[in-house]
């Protein structure tokens, strides 16, 4: 039997989106890798599924493309707003997630914003393996962490010549459940350049987390203003941490195409 699925992306960071609101499609961690494979399957930065619940408008739930899940993931969170208002004509909406509850709102222009919440820089939220400052973790570089329903960790830079160190700083013991690690070079106090290792998918076009994590990492840094606009590979997000502590995220969010797929044909 084929089982639909909507290929979406923000600002190229792209996603596989599962429908499981009539009925659960059973996706293991190894379907879901497989899917999420750019040669083998339908190919993608995260897989998303959709399911009911009394708590929100709909259940998100975030997978990595080597099938593990995530916390949070902000472009996804975008598209799945603008995915809901094709289909009920409302602006606003309520996304329930891993990291907690989302709300959201597509604009006049079709470009959405997702209060992403308050950003949580305690040490043991991050997680770290152990007690340290997040404004100054102990590894060369000297990068700022912080969780935004999925850990980030954020070096400050004047060129991307580390990038191919996201692998191995992933990685690191200092981060028990791994980490993205974003590469940042402030443009001035209201502009960075931002590219990110996704944490289990790598160098992505865009990440919206990860943005949100750098902007309150250069605030926190005094390198930033409260309201910033962030470059990445694939476009522009705007980052407001807010006077009530939480942090918007607005950006646009499309759709590719939608297709079908035989999921038995995928291993289990």
């Not at 980052?239 to 999921?263: C, Q, R, Y």
Request: net charge negative; with cysteine; hydrophobic share 40%.
């Amino acid at each position: 039997m084929l089982t639909s699925f909507r290929k979406m992306h923000g600002l190229g960071n792209d996603f596989v989106i599962f429908d499981e609101r009539a009925n659960s499609l059973a996706l293991t961690p190894v379907r879901i890798a497989a899917l999420a494979h750019r040669r083998r399957g339908i190919g993608c930065d995260q897989l998303v599924t959709l399911s009911l619940t009394r708590e929100a408008d709909v259940l998100v739930r975030f997978f990595n493309p080597d099938g593990s899940e995530a916390g949070a993931c902000g472009n996804a969170s975008r598209c799945v707003a603008s995915l809901l208002w094709h289909e009920n004509g409302k602006r606003h909406s309520t996304l329930q997630t891993k990291a907690g509850l989302l709300s959201a709102y597509v604009g006049e222009y079709g470009e959405v914003t997702v209060d992403m919440g308050q950003p949580r820089e305690q040490w043991q939220d991050v997680p770290l393996a152990a007690e340290h400052d997040t404004l100054h973790l102990p590894l060369p570089g000297d990068p700022a962490a912080v969780s935004m329903g999925n850990p980030h960790a954020t070096f400050f830079v004047e060129d991307f010549s580390f990038l191919d160190q996201g692998h191995s700083l992933e990685h690191d013991p200092l981060f028990p459940e791994r980490a993205n690690i974003g590469f940042a070079r402030m443009e001035s106090r209201t502009k960075m350049r931002l590219k990110v290792h996704e944490r289990g998918t790598g160098v992505t076009e865009a990440c919206g987390s990860g943005a949100c994590a750098a902007v309150v990492n250069a605030v926190r840094r005094g390198l930033a203003e409260r309201t910033c606009q962030v470059e990445l590979d694939g476009g522009v997000l705007r980052i407001e941490w807010g006077s009530n502590n939480h942090v918007l995220m607005t950006g646009p969010a499309t759709v590719a195409f939608e297709g079908t797929v035989d999921l038995a044909a995928y291993p289990s």
